[in-house]
T-cell receptor, first 116, second 109 residues
């Protein structure tokens, strides 16, 4: 498809389980972002990739969260030992990332994670 | 102080009214600015970029004031379809992009 694709769209998991969320960015976009959004809040920055490398992971809340982008395209956000507080929508976004700071960021529809 | 701050609202306005939102940012080195619109349970979508000279797109006008470190969004002749949350977005450089909490707008018939 032409847009950012995220899977799964919905995930319910038990506390303590491991979860992987996948993001397929727009073709040709080198910059990829993960955000987390809770009800009534704006998107909270988690991590930003430029190509294969994590250029900024300062938003990851703790070491249970990890993200990879091994080939510079698809990215996976991994959450270990999930907690109820991890319940949120996880948004992936991409942009051309050519260094022009005016590049538009395009979002996927999000992965809605519920930890029970 | 938060990097990007917005009044969460809600702003309840009648159809046809003019409404304005402000957003302040803390990093004076911030390089680019945007307004995104987010409908309930949907992803954010770009509404417009914000330039130093100000820019207008139909009923929407965005302004940037670097000296005071704020951006604004003005909506004229509000429509019911304008009801949404409006997110202020600041690119702090090196592609680190920070969102405000959002301002909720409800246009009432």
């Amino acid at each position: 498809g032409a847009g950012v694709s995220q899977t799964p769209s919905n995930k319910v998991t038990e506390k303590g389980k491991y979860v992987e969320l996948r993001c397929d960015p727009i073709s040709g976009h080198t910059a990829l972002y993960w955000y987390r959004q809770s009800l009534g809040q704006g998107p909270e920055f988690l991590i930003y990739f430029q190509g294969t490398g994590a250029a900024d992971d300062s938003g990851l809340p703790n070491d249970r969260f990890f993200a990879v982008r091994p080939e510079g395209s698809v990215s996976t956000l991994k959450i270990q030992r999930t907690e109820r507080g991890d319940s949120a929508v996880y948004l992936c976004a991409s942009s051309k990332g050519t260094g022009d700071t005016g590049n538009t960021i395009y979002f996927g529809e999000g992965s809605w994670l519920t930890v029970v | 102080r938060k990097e990007v701050e917005q009044d969460p609202g809600p702003f309840n306005v009648p159809e046809g009214a003019t409404v304005a939102f402000n957003c302040t940012y803390s990093n004076s080195a911030s390089q680019s600015f945007f307004w995104y619109r987010q409908d309930c349970r949907k992803e954010p979508k770009l509404l417009m970029s914000v330039y130093s000279s100000g820019n207008e797109d139909g009923r929407f006008t965005a302004q940037l004031n670097r000296a005071s470190q704020y951006i604004s969004l003005l909506i004229r002749d509000s429509k019911l379809s304008d009801s949404a949350t409006y997110l202020c977005v600041v690119n702090m450089g090196y592609q680190k992009v920070t969102f405000g909490t959002g301002t909720k707008l409800q246009v009432i018939p």
